[in-house]
């Protein structure tokens, strides 16, 4: 660990590297007895959950509504923790499994057909229905911490990055001619695995704007930001400033004249010079991929040579980062080098917060395509696919999280969903704070 230097959070010197709540939660379920065989489901996750999709507002006329809203989404809930990638689905759940959710919703009407589920998502704000399951979510971290007693203060990590869903590129009414895929604007919140913001692009800008609106409503006191070099503008730095965060950013060709002033202030000279002096140098080396890789932080807090300084809100480092990586069966070995600004000075700080970035793919995007197939979805009415996505990243956060319970991969506890219905109950007994909270009585004390 580098020595002699540190960061301000939130007024407090500190010498540590970003916090993950979540990890902690892992680590402790990890040696946990949790007692699954339960004959009566638990009950507050469902009614909280219930309670909060029924704050979704409901659009549609009093006199075509023969099903409630709330039903609506929680068939569709358990659907996507099933398993389910699209309407059909949805109604073939619902049928198959009707007696089931019969336990928690009245289903006057029984249950909707797939044209339904497919008009009332186009008709749903994805606001409101974010707004929703991101409460859920947090709801269901803070159950976490209170059970495990975790209560960790430091810097926390959102990462900022888009995402295109490539099979939504159809112009409805007209089949031949192609329109731009969706585009997504993501904050991802590492700290506690959860997307905070899913944030629809508009067909006509980028990413940018988008940005720097979904960053200007949020609080960002005692977080870092981290994005990649599209959204590493001055404007959208002033933002994170402005609401009390800080920052890292990557550097390519977007911003011409930075990316090549600071790739020739890192000369093989002044590299060295700063790993001699170490409190600004750190490395990692592992294990992966059959290849051996070493990662090199090279951080400097001399940024007064950089004649636009003044126009980046908080900047006070450069970074040099430097991937080498040794093919285990081969022999060979391949290197990458690329550039950071950051508002920060702390170089494992840093590091973390570069290597964490990388979870927003890892964690949320390759989790979508992979296990929840959205590039494979269809769908046209792109408020529709947008509420759908909605509901799958609420379920890979609670599919995350009941992994670690369960002791299986993602993959593996979204299978086990789909086939037996009754495991549910073992998600939903991952966020039941007396079920947690018996957990914890029995980790095993360390001597």
């Not at 494979?376 to 996505?389: I, K, P, Y």
Request: net charge positive; with cysteine; charged share 30%.
């Amino acid at each position: 660990m580098a020595k002699n230097t540190c960061d301000k959070i939130g007024g407090i010197e500190m010498a540590s590297t970003i916090i993950k709540p979540i990890a902690v939660f892992r680590d402790i379920i990890k040696n946990a007895d949790i007692s699954l065989d339960y004959e009566d489901i638990p009950k507050k996750p469902i009614k909280r959950m219930l309670k909060l999709f029924e704050t979704v507002d409901d659009t549609r006329l009093e006199s075509n509504t023969d099903y409630p809203l709330h039903e609506i989404l929680m068939i569709a809930f358990f659907a996507t923790l099933s398993g389910a990638q699209g309407w059909t689905d949805y109604q073939n759940f619902g049928i198959t499994k009707e007696k089931w959710l019969r336990r928690f919703m009245t289903l006057e009407c029984g249950i909707p057909s797939h044209d339904t589920f497919r008009r009332v998502f186009a008709l749903i704000d994805p606001e409101h229905l974010q707004k929703a399951t991101t409460t859920f979510l947090i709801e269901n971290i803070k159950i976490i911490k209170r059970a495990f007693k975790i209560d960790i203060d430091g810097l926390r990590q959102y990462c900022v990055d888009g995402k295109e869903a490539k099979g939504t590129g159809r112009n409805p009414g007209f089949e031949k001619d192609k329109i731009r895929n969706l585009q997504t604007l993501h904050v991802y919140d590492l700290s506690d695995g959860i997307c905070l913001v899913s944030k629809a692009i508009d067909t006509k800008t980028n990413e940018i704007p988008t940005a720097q609106e979904a960053l200007g409503a949020m609080q960002l006191k005692d977080v870092l930001i981290t994005f990649d070099a599209l959204h590493t503008q001055r404007e959208t730095v002033a933002v994170i400033v402005k609401q009390k965060g800080d920052y890292i950013g990557a550097l390519k060709g977007n911003q011409e004249g930075l990316f090549e002033e600071v790739g020739a202030y890192f000369t093989p000279k002044r590299l060295q010079q700063i790993r001699d002096k170490k409190e600004a140098y750190y490395e990692t080396k592992e294990k992966a991929h059959n290849c051996i890789e070493k990662r090199q932080y090279y951080l400097t807090k001399n940024t007064g040579w950089f004649f636009n300084k003044d126009a980046w809100a908080k900047l006070k480092s450069f970074i040099c980062y430097i991937k080498t990586s040794e093919n285990i069966r081969t022999g060979k070995i391949t290197t990458e080098k690329r550039y950071y600004i950051a508002s920060l000075t702390y170089v494992e700080t840093c590091a973390d917060g570069i290597r964490g970035h990388w979870s927003v793919e890892n964690s949320l995007h390759w989790q979508l395509d992979a296990n929840f197939e959205e590039d494979d979805n269809m769908t046209v009415d792109r408020n529709a696919f947008h509420n759908f996505s909605l509901m799958n990243k609420l379920a890979l956060s609670l599919t995350k999280l009941a992994s670690y319970v369960l002791k299986k991969s993602v993959r593996s506890t979204r299978k086990i969903t789909g086939w037996d219905i009754d495991s549910i109950v073992k998600i939903l007994c991952a966020f039941d704070e007396d079920i947690l909270t018996n957990a914890l009585m029995s980790v095993p004390v360390k001597k």
